[in-house]
């Protein structure tokens, strides 16, 4: 059983930055733990995923402005998020799966556990 729980998020203007965690437990040996963020009437995406190993994986949309890591004596994963856009409004949401991410890391469907989200705003 793995169990997230997620903090930081608020409101910030465009070009600034914001930092979330997610502190997790129980986790696997081998693991995918990921960041999505899902907008009002938008589908669920990715915005980055690390794995045990800590390797490292991002689309396109956050590549070089955002950057995910984690704390391995803590459990903590965490996600920075610099020259933030109005487009990056929306809810956050840390998941985690076992074994290391896949090609899919992109897809919600890959993971098992989720944190409770927190809200990130932006204001151009």
């Known amino acids: 059983q793995v169990q997230l729980v997620q903090s930081g998020g608020g409101s910030v203007q465009a070009g600034g930055s914001l930092k979330l965690s997610c502190s997790y437990s129980?986790?696997?040996?081998?693991?995918?733990l990921a960041w999505f963020r899902q907008a009002p009437g938008k589908e669920r995406e990715a915005v980055a995923a690390i794995d045990s190993d800590g390797r490292a994986t991002y689309p396109p949309s956050t590549q070089g402005r955002f950057t995910i890591s984690q704390d391995y004596a803590k459990n903590v994963l965490y996600l920075q998020m610099n020259s933030l856009r109005s487009e990056d409004t929306a809810m956050y949401h840390c998941?985690?799966?076992?074994?290391?991410?896949?090609?899919?890391?992109?897809?919600?469907?890959?993971?098992?556990?989720w944190g409770q989200g927190t809200q990130v705003t932006v204001s151009s």
């Open positions: 129980g986790h696997y040996a081998k693991y995918c």
């Open positions: 998941a985690a799966e076992g074994g290391y991410c896949s090609g899919a890391f992109h897809r919600p469907s890959e993971y098992t556990y």
